[in-house]
C-alpha cells in the first residue's frame, strides 16, 4: 500500500545533540512537508519541498534543516540551536494540484528532549 | 498572510449531542477548506473538503461542513455524535492555484464525547 513512513514513532536526545527524523513515501508526490505539533497551538510548518533540490521555510525554520535529493525521502534534522525540540513531527507530502486533495500524512515522531 | 481560527479550544459532549465546530480563515483570493480528524494515536486523516461547488460539503463519517464565503467561515457539523468521534479535529486552508500546496492549520479543538 502506497503511503508515508515515519521512522523512528519515538525518539529521545540529550541537549546539545543533533538529530534525524527519517520521512519516505512511496506516493509518487511532488511536495513534501513538516509540521510540527505542540498542545494548543496546532500544526505549524517547518520546511516543506515541491521539487527534488529544492526546499523553502515555513513559519517556524530556526534551528531545522531538511534535504531532498530524492523524489522519496525529505529528512528533517533538528539541531542543537533549537531551543525548544520536544515535540510531536508530522511528515506530510501532496500532488500538485491547485491544493484540491489536501495532503498525506504520516504517523509521526515524538521527539523528547532529554 | 493567512490564518485560521478555531475558536473552540475544547469541546465536551454527550452521545447523541449535535456538534458544531467553528472556523474562520482570513484570506482574500479563492481558497481550499479542509478538515482533518486525529483520533487518539492515530495519524491525522481527512475528513472533508471544499474547493469549488455545493457549499454544504459532506465527509466520512456523518460529518458536514459549509462553506460561506462572506463570513470566511467553513464550520463543520455532526447532528449526532458518538463516543468514536473522540479526537482533535483541525481546520485547514490553502490558496487555490497558488505556486504551492501549502495548507495552514488551525489551532485544532479537542473534542471529548462521554457515552
Known amino acids: 500500500d502506497g503511503g508515508i513512513t515515519q521512522s523512528p514513532k519515538y525518539l529521545f536526545r540529550k541537549e546539545g545533540q543533533n538529530v534525524t527524523l527519517s520521512c519516505e513515501q512511496n506516493l509518487n508526490h511532488d511536495a513534501m512537508y513538516w509540521y510540527r505539533q505542540d498542545p494548543g497551538q496546532g500544526l505549524r510548518l517547518i520546511y516543506y519541498s515541491q521539487i527534488v533540490n529544492d526546499f523553502q521555510k515555513g513559519d517556524i525554520a530556526e534551528g531545522y534543516s531538511v534535504s531532498r535529493e530524492k523524489k522519496e525521502s525529505f529528512p528533517l534534522t533538528v539541531t542543537s540551536a533549537q531551543k525548544n525540540p520536544t515535540a510531536f513531527y508530522l511528515c506530510?507530502?501532496?500532488?500538485?494540484?491547485?491544493?484540491?486533495?489536501?495532503?498525506?500524512f504520516g504517523s509521526g515522531t515524538r521527539l523528547t528532549v532529554v | 498572510a493567512q490564518s485560521v481560527s478555531q475558536h473552540n479550544h475544547h469541546v465536551i459532549l454527550s452521545e447523541a449531542a449535535s456538534l458544531e465546530l467553528g472556523c474562520n480563515y482570513s484570506y482574500g483570493g479563492t481558497v481550499n477548506l479542509f478538515w482533518y480528524v486525529q483520533y487518539p494515536g492515530q495519524h491525522l486523516q481527512l475528513l472533508l473538503k471544499?474547493?469549488?461547488?455545493?457549499?454544504l460539503v459532506k465527509g466520512i463519517k456523518g460529518f458536514e461542513a459549509e462553506f460561506i464565503k462572506s463570513k470566511f467561515s467553513f464550520n463543520l457539523r455532526k447532528p449526532s455524535v458518538q463516543w468514536s468521534d473522540t479526537a482533535e479535529y483541525f481546520c485547514?486552508?490553502?490558496?487555490?492555484?497558488?505556486?504551492?500546496?501549502?495548507?495552514?492549520f488551525g489551532t485544532g479543538t479537542l473534542l471529548a464525547v462521554q457515552p
Open positions: 485547514a486552508v490553502s490558496n487555490y492555484g497558488g505556486a504551492t500546496n501549502k495548507l495552514i
Open positions: 471544499y474547493f469549488s461547488g455545493d457549499p
Open positions: 506530510a507530502s501532496s500532488i500538485h494540484d491547485r491544493g484540491r486533495r489536501g495532503y498525506t
